[in-house]
Every structure is written in structure tokens, then in C-alpha cells.
């Protein structure tokens, strides 16, 4: 992973692919609310192949609407761009709270059980446990990354940990977080899927081996982080445009919300901004794409400020 410092001001195609990655996450949740919770065969039932962003799904969203993974983002965006690009516990925490009493459509359990004890302790960082392996800290991680560009890679590690572990505290969850934030930051620098690849996935599966998905096809991946990247990986290592990568892991089912989203901020980053279809940005909820539009840009501004 890079690690030398950004140009300044922050270049033209640096911001775009970072806004790239912003709505790719969006376009990924919004394409996979739809059939989220469904079998590969459900949706092949009901769809042929899902490739229209439609709404829908066991949510009821209307057409182009995003969910936690999403919004979950946007307010961890906010609180690291008010404390001037530091990502503190205890602001990841409050934002996160406010989060959930805005009663947002949908919420992880590991989410829930973690805010509402920061309620009543105070306490912004949940204590560790072997349990809480889903995918909430490292769908939300995207804000980090575009935070901490061009800083070391050990710090960059440490800032995603301090949003994680408000609700997640597990080291799988850090793996699967720390990796997505650097290999968004290597697609946002130029690098190729062949590149993210060689210097992201590659030693990220050899670090931790749980997650390698060379097995067989991940399909209904549930919100546990390892199935979650297991199917993200696969779809973006088999596809070779953001359209593809996303219409194949949203058909794999199970928490495809996610999995859109994950793989949308990866697969947004390593394209850029031309490939996102015309079609899925005009579907898109226009308050939620404009939010990510202007937050990606607010966030790559601060390695210049
Ligand atoms: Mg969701
Ligand atoms: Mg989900």
C-alpha cells in the first residue's frame, strides 16, 4: 500500500474516483436492498438476474433508496469531518447514537446492542468479543479511508479500529475494515484491480487465511464479515467492470445489501466514476447521492488541508 503523502491541492481524478467509491457504495446498497435475505434461487425466480435498482425487498424501500450501510457512512463522515479529519471514539459513538434514534430503516444487532450500552456507560469502545464478527464496522469504513490518504498505512489501521470497535471489537472485523480501507485507498490512487490485488487481497488472505475464497462459489453470504468478503472478493476477482462486479455479488443473495455496498466502494474506487451506470445514479435517491457526492469530496479535501 502507498503511503507517500497526496499532492496538494487533492488532484481532479483523485476526488472523482473518491466520489466514484462514495456512490458505488450507495448504488451497491440500493441495488442489493431489493433482494436482500433471498436465495440465489429466489431471486433467479423472481428476476432472471437482478440488475435494476428497483427497491422493494423485505425493507419496502421505494426505488433508489440506501440503508444502514449507507447512512451509517454518511454519519461517520460527518462526525470525522467535524473534529477536522480525527476519527475519535467518542464522536464515531455520539454520531452513531444520533444515528439510531433517527430510527433508521434497518440496524445490525451487534449495532443496536452496542449503542445502547454506550448509553448507559459512556463508554464509546464495546469490549471485545469473539462474537461480534459481522460486517457493520467494515461496511461504514469507507469515511476512514478517504480520511487518512496518504498517511501510513499503521495509521490508517488505527483510525478504521477507533470507528470498529465503537460497535465491533473483533479482530476478524479488523482485518476485513483495515483491508477494505487500504485497498479503496490503492484504487483511488490509480491502482488496477491487478494492482489492488497484488498489494491488497493477496496479503490480506495470507495474513488471514479465514478469509481466502478460493473454495466454491459464496453464495447467500451472511452478515458475518468473513462470508461477507468471501463473496466481495470472489465477485470483484471474477468481473471486470463496476456494473458486473455488482450484479454478480448482489445475485449471490443472502445480506446483499452489504455485500453491494462493500464491493460497490472497492469495485467504485478501482473503475472511477465513468463506469457507474448512467441508469443505477438516475435511480438512485437524489438527497442520498448528492450526500456522498459532496461528503467524498469534503473528506479527500482534508489530506490537503
Ligand atoms: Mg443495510
Ligand atoms: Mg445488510
Known amino acids: ?37 433471498m436465495t440465489p434461487r429466489e431471486i433467479r425466480d423472481k428476476y432472471g438476474v437482478h440488475k435494476e435498482i428497483r427497491g422493494g425487498g423485505w425493507l419496502r424501500l421505494r426505488p433508489g433508496s440506501v440503508t444502514d450501510d449507507t447512512t451509517m457512512s454518511l454519519s461517520l ?8 479529519g480525527r476519527v475519535e471514539p467518542l464522536s464515531c459513538a455520539m454520531a452513531f447514537d444520533g444515528w439510531m434514534r433517527a430510527k433508521p ?5 451487534t449495532v443496536r446492542r452496542n449503542l445502547v450500552a454506550f448509553r448507559r456507560s459512556g463508554e464509546p469502545v464495546a469490549p471485545p468479543s469473539e462474537h461480534d464478527a459481522g ?51 490503492e484504487g483511488l490512487h490509480g491502482g488496477a484491480l491487478r494492482g489492488v490485488y497484488r498489494r491488497g487481497i493477496q496479503p490480506f488472505v495470507q495474513k488471514s487465511p479465514v478469509f481466502a475464497y478460493r473454495t466454491r462459489r459464496r ?14 472478493l470472489q465477485s470483484l476477482l471474477l468481473t471486470d467492470s463496476f456494473e ?11 445480506d446483499a445489501d452489504t455485500t453491494g455496498a462493500i ?8 473503475y472511477g466514476h465513468d463506469a457507474l451506470p448512467a441508469r443505477w445514479l438516475k435511480a438512485l435517491d437524489p438527497v442520498a ?7 467524498a469530496r469534503k473528506l479527500v479535501a482534508l489530506t490537503s488541508a
Request: aromatic content about 2%.
Open 1 to 37: 500500500m502507498r503511503t507517500s503523502s497526496s499532492s496538494t491541492p487533492v488532484d481532479k481524478a483523485l476526488a472523482e474516483r473518491a466520489e466514484a467509491a462514495y456512490l458505488g457504495l450507495a448504488l451497491g446498497d440500493a441495488l442489493g436492498a431489493t433482494v436482500e435475505f
Open 77 to 84: 463522515g460527518e462526525a470525522i469531518l467535524a473534529d477536522g
Open 105 to 109: 430503516v434497518d440496524i445490525g444487532n
Open 135 to 185: 460486517n457493520g464496522a467494515a461496511m461504514r469504513v469507507l469515511p476512514v479511508a478517504l480520511a487518512t490518504l496518504g498517511q501510513p498505512d499503521a495509521a490508517v489501521r488505527a483510525a478504521v479500529r477507533a470507528q470498529a470497535h465503537v460497535t465491533h471489537n473483533n479482530p476478524d472485523s479488523d482485518a476485513a475494515a483495515e483491508f477494505l480501507a487500504l485497498a479503496v485507498q
Open 219 to 232: 453464495e447467500n453470504p451472511s452478515g458475518w464479515v468473513v462470508e461477507t468478503m468471501q463473496a466481495v
Open 244 to 254: 458486473k462486479c455488482l450484479i454478480d455479488v448482489v445475485n449471490r443473495g443472502g
Open 263 to 270: 464491493a460497490g466502494m472497492l469495485a467504485g474506487a478501482i
Open 289 to 295: 447521492r448528492e450526500a456522498c457526492a459532496t461528503q
